[in-house]
Every structure is written in structure tokens, then in C-alpha cells.
């Protein structure tokens, strides 16, 4: 699972940097933070340039508020449970990796659009619940925009190439 793999890569374990609350955003950025249980974004998680967050989450991950961030800036989340987005939610930006599922919430009425910058992973399903109704012939409920400056503010540590290199002799290569 993507959660073991980045906290095995990055050293992370249970007594690792902590925050008590997802509520928030942290006043400084760190290599990563560990929290422990389901969590909630309840408040402003405004990432500015030249800051960086790498927020492990050991449950379920609710936003419930807009995340921002800025070019320059880095955030991601990886979950260990599901990624549940508010249907009062109208942007998220960043990296959002889930063992479990993704998946945004309805109103049950006419709900807004949804635009997220940056990239979803989940290793469950994507399952995407928000219906605009009539608006749905003229803009998606969901739409998703790539963020390719996310790649060059993201940490070395999360940046991983597999290459395995050895001499062989010649005409062997087959039998290895």
C-alpha cells in the first residue's frame, strides 16, 4: 500500500513529528507530520511558496474547507482509510493518496463544482457523488487539473527511481 511504502521511505513512525489536529494547518512546515486516527480539515490550509507538507493521516481524511496551494509551495496527504471531500467544498489542491477510496460527497440538491489541482490516488475507488443537475451539460461536478509544478516542490524523499544495474556476461542477459 502507498501509505507503508512513503512512511517506510521516509522513516516514519508512531512517535514521528505529530499534530493533534488536521483542523489547521500547521504554523511550520516540517519534512512530514503523523496523525494519528480519522482527522478533519475544518479550517484554512493555505500553503504559501517555499513551504512544504507531507501530512500522514493512520485513518480516514474529511475536508471539510478549501485547501490552497500557492506555486512554490507543496502539500500532500497520505491516508491510510478513505479521502472524503465535503459537498461544501469548492477547491482542493495538491497530492491526495488513499489506501481506501476518494470520494466527494452530495448535497442531495444542486451541488457546486468541485476543482481539484494536482493529482488523487486511490488505491480503493474514485467514486464521484456531486451533481450540478441542469448545469451538468455545461460544466463538470468534478474537474481535475493536473500540476506539474507539484513534481519539482516535491520532496526527494517522495521522488523514487528503481533502476538496478549489473554487469552480466555477454549473452547471458536471458538466463538472469
Known amino acids: 500500500t502507498d501509505y507503508t511504502y512513503f512512511a517506510k521511505e521516509m522513516g516514519l513512525l508512531n512517535t514521528s513529528p505529530t499534530i493533534n489536529s488536521l483542523g489547521t494547518k500547521p504554523a511550520t512546515a516540517s519534512d512530514f507530520y503523523y496523525y494519528n486516527g480519522s482527522g478533519v480539515v475544518s479550517g484554512a490550509w493555505n500553503?504559501?511558496?517555499?513551504?512544504?507538507?507531507?501530512?500522514?493521516?493512520?485513518?480516514?481524511?474529511?475536508?471539510?474547507?478549501?485547501?490552497?496551494?500557492?506555486?512554490?509551495?507543496?502539500?500532500?496527504f497520505i491516508v491510510k482509510g478513505d479521502i472524503i471531500v465535503d459537498s461544501a467544498v469548492t477547491s482542493i489542491e495538491g497530492l491526495y493518496v488513499s489506501d481506501g477510496d476518494f470520494v466527494?460527497?452530495?448535497?442531495?440538491?444542486?451541488?457546486?463544482?468541485?476543482?481539484?489541482?494536482?493529482?488523487?490516488?486511490?488505491?480503493?475507488?474514485?467514486?464521484?457523488?456531486?451533481?450540478?443537475?441542469?448545469?451538468?451539460?455545461?460544466?463538470?461536478?468534478?474537474?481535475?487539473?493536473?500540476?506539474?509544478?507539484?513534481?519539482?516542490?516535491?520532496?526527494?524523499?517522495m521522488k523514487t527511481f528503481v533502476m538496478q544495474w549489473n554487469e552480466v556476461v555477454p549473452g547471458t542477459y536471458e538466463s538472469q
Request: proline share 4%; glycine share 8%.
Open 47 to 76: 500553503v504559501v511558496a517555499n513551504e512544504s507538507y507531507i501530512v500522514f493521516v493512520n485513518g480516514d481524511l474529511s475536508i471539510n474547507q478549501n485547501i490552497d496551494v500557492a506555486p512554490g509551495g507543496f502539500l500532500t
Open 104 to 157: 466527494t460527497t452530495t448535497n442531495g440538491a444542486v451541488d457546486v463544482q468541485l476543482n481539484v489541482e494536482g493529482s488523487v490516488v486511490a488505491w480503493g475507488d474514485v467514486t464521484l457523488n456531486r451533481d450540478m443537475v441542469a448545469n451538468n451539460s455545461n460544466s463538470p461536478s468534478e474537474s481535475f487539473v493536473y500540476r506539474t509544478d507539484l513534481l519539482s516542490t516535491m520532496p526527494d524523499k
